[in-house]
């Protein structure tokens, strides 16, 4: 059976990419992963807020100025994954020197400034590809949605000026026009989108009075729907992220038209092992239904794909519409 894939134009081996976690903090762990059959790693992310206050000669996030001290609370603990810059490079280019499968460094900020210049860093550290998460929070009442999306159109510009490896952005879900921003950033040199980042969700403690945030929950289907929608109808490569629990799921988002799925909780809940099982159960999906290669079935249930069943995009709205009243009208 051939698993290979093509992400971001990389060539892998097969889907499986590992997303950024803590595995990626040690070559070690990296060199294991290798050797279970993962076919690329996502660094963990470096922050702008780091960044920044490296740049500034700040040692601890909390002196960074009111700016950063509150970001600072939610990062990693720097005794646990999370390293500085300098650290985050050398460390870089030894995962390169240690294992063959593609490297994708990740950075992590909201606003266009001197921190996107460390993409040309990671770029030179050996870095294969990068991966922009952008957190973008809106609260400003006078801040329209396209303002808002407009931020990350400038940010993947600005990167792709500095580096000419493939750049990928990891989204939020929380977005008014999807399609239309994931045009916009395949037009602006964007290789690749991720589907999706959960960031913090809001709660409240009702005995202390006081708010505080949790980690949010990846949604697999909501993954599934997007990939499906926007699959092959723009100019960059999908990659699926959060909720897979077997290969089941990994079959369904490359159905859906995913060119590689990222995987991270599974290795905590099962080991490493488990990319095998993963990949085993590929190949016998594929014997059972006859396909020889990964790209036999790649989008082929995707909107792309059926929408020539529609006679335009209005009648398939009508039809997603129908769909909704079928489910909800019992």
């Not at 996107?116 to 609260?139: H, I, R, V």
């Amino acid at each position: 059976m051939d698993l290979s894939t093509k992400y971001l134009g990389l060539e892998l081996k097969n889907p499986i990419v590992v997303g950024a976690c803590p595995l990626g903090t040690s070559v070690d762990s990296i060199r294991s992963l290798e050797a279970a059959g993962a076919a690329a790693v996502v660094l963990p992310s470096l922050f702008e807020e780091e960044i920044m206050a490296a740049a500034r000669g700040v040692l601890e996030m909390e002196s960074a100025g009111a700016g950063f001290a509150e970001a600072g609370s939610y990062l990693p603990n720097p005794d646990g994954y999370h390293i500085g810059p300098g650290q985050y490079l050398d460390h870089l280019t030894d995962v390169k020197k240690a294992v063959s499968i593609p490297v994708i460094g990740s950075l992590n900020g909201t606003s266009v400034g001197g921190w996107t210049n460390y993409s040309k860093k990671m770029q030179d550290a050996g870095a294969d590809a990068l991966e922009l998460n952008t957190y973008l929070l809106p609260f400003d009442v006078d801040e329209t949605g396209a303002e808002v999306e407009q931020r990350t159109v400038d940010i993947v510009a600005t990167v792709k000026e500095a580096v000419s490896i493939p750049v990928s952005v990891k989204l939020i879900p929380q977005i008014s026009s999807l399609p239309y921003l994931a045009d916009r950033m395949a037009e602006a040199g964007c290789r690749g989108l991720v589907f999706f980042n959960w960031f913090l969700e809001p709660d409240i403690d009702v005995k202390k009075l006081r708010t505080f945030s949790r980690k949010g929950q990846a949604n697999f289907n909501q993954a599934l729907r997007w990939v499906g929608l926007l699959a092959d109808r723009i100019g960059a490569d999908l990659a699926a992220s959060g909720g897979v629990r077997n290969s089941d799921d990994v079959i369904k988002q490359i159905l859906a038209g995913a060119a590689a799925v990222q995987i991270c909780s599974l290795f905590y809940q099962k080991g490493l092992d488990v990319i095998r099982d993963l990949l085993a159960g590929i190949e016998d999906w594929m014997t059972e239904h006859k396909f020889a290669a990964l790209e036999d079935f790649r989008g082929e249930l995707s909107f792309k794909k059926q929408e020539l069943s529609f006679r335009d995009l209005g009648e398939a709205s009508s039809y997603f519409r129908a769909q909704y009243i079928k489910i909800y009208s019992h």
